[in-house]
């Protein structure tokens, strides 16, 4: 199930979507400081050391030896037209046979809301999971107030399954989520 890290590119329409490298320090580092106070409410608590040479060092080490054991797999998200990094997105937790199955996770700097980018990037990830893969379902858990993450996963045929009591940890907070499921058996694509 796994793939090969230095093989991986995927290109959409507006997007070039790739495996976090450390030459991607710089970028991801600058975007994640510019857009901190619109990330934080929406993240698991961010590190003392944030944006940090330390924590990117660390990330990357723990983002590589998910694309090794074919567990997790973390893209950082450009323009096609100029190269410019808008944001990262992520499959986590992938888990075979029976499941085959992942969970998605994404973020977007705060500039760059509010021009489907992220629905474009969410939809050719979710295309290369089920053929390079060979998920079955990708998962995703958003709190009830992300109304942007709600449309992200909408506009891309995901479903809402359920609710979950404190799901995951939140800005310092176990907070409740809404999750949702794309099939690919009725993935529209």
């Not at 230095?6 to 710089?26: G, Q």
């Not at 449309?151 to 999750?179: M, P, Q, S």
Request: hydrophobic letters at 40%.
């Amino acid at each position: 199930m796994a793939a090969h890290r230095k093989d991986t590119v995927i290109v959409s329409t507006r997007l070039v979507i790739e495996p976090a490298r450390k030459k991607d320090f710089e970028d991801w580092s600058g975007l994640r400081k510019r857009s901190r106070k619109h990330l934080q409410p929406w993240e698991p608590t961010w590190p003392k050391d944030a944006n940090s040479r330390a924590d990117w060092a660390r990330r990357l080490q723990a983002w590589k030896n998910g694309w090794k054991s074919g567990r997790a797999y973390v893209f950082m998200i450009r323009r096609l037209k100029d190269g410019k990094l808008v944001g990262g997105i992520s499959l986590t937790n992938v888990r075979g046979w029976p499941a085959n199955s992942a969970s998605l996770g994404y973020w977007l700097g705060q500039d760059h809301q509010g021009q489907g980018l992220m629905q474009e990037g969410v939809g050719a990830v979710c295309d290369w999971a089920f053929r390079e893969l060979h998920l079955y379902r990708v998962e995703a858990g958003i709190l009830a107030s992300n109304l942007r993450s709600r449309k992200v996963l909408e506009t891309n045929g995901f479903r809402e399954e359920g609710h979950a009591k404190e799901y995951l940890e939140i800005a310092g907070v176990r907070r409740d989520h809404v999750l949702f499921a794309l099939v690919r058996s009725s993935a529209s694509r």
